[in-house]
């Protein structure tokens, strides 16, 4: 049972970058998903998260319409689209099964 991140990265201020989670060796279909990320020496806060029938997504107020999560079951994967990203979301940016399940989280990097 495993999620892995991957699509981070740098970025310049303004772009955008796609991260995907694929969980394998369980049911994927069957849990809400989300994306969490952590700044240096903070606590885990939650970016967004997507219940297991899709309709019931959940953004942090910082995200401001420039992010999108979306679910493709058949594959296992979940996904955060980011757009107009600022540094201040510089961060590392963890996949999560709910409840307790994590990856092991990715770098993504805002500067130019």
């Known amino acids: 049972v495993q999620l892995v991140e991957s699509g981070g990265g740098l970025v310049q201020p303004g772009g955008s970058v796609r991260l995907s989670c694929a969980g394998t060796?369980?049911?994927?279909?069957?849990?809400?998903m989300g994306w969490y990320r952590q700044f240096l020496g903070n606590e885990r806060e939650l970016v967004a998260a997507?219940?297991?029938?899709?309709?019931?997504?959940t953004y942090a107020d910082f995200v401001k319409g420039r992010f999108t999560i979306s679910r493709d079951d058949a594959k296992g994967t979940v996904f955060l689209q980011m757009n107009n990203l600022e540094p201040e979301d510089t961060a590392v940016y963890y996949c999560?099964?709910?409840?307790?399940?994590w990856g092991q989280g990715i770098q993504v990097t805002v500067s130019s």
């Open positions: 997507i219940d297991k029938t899709g309709a019931k997504i």
């Open positions: 060796g369980f049911t994927f279909g069957m849990y809400t």
């Open positions: 999560n099964r709910h409840p307790r399940l």
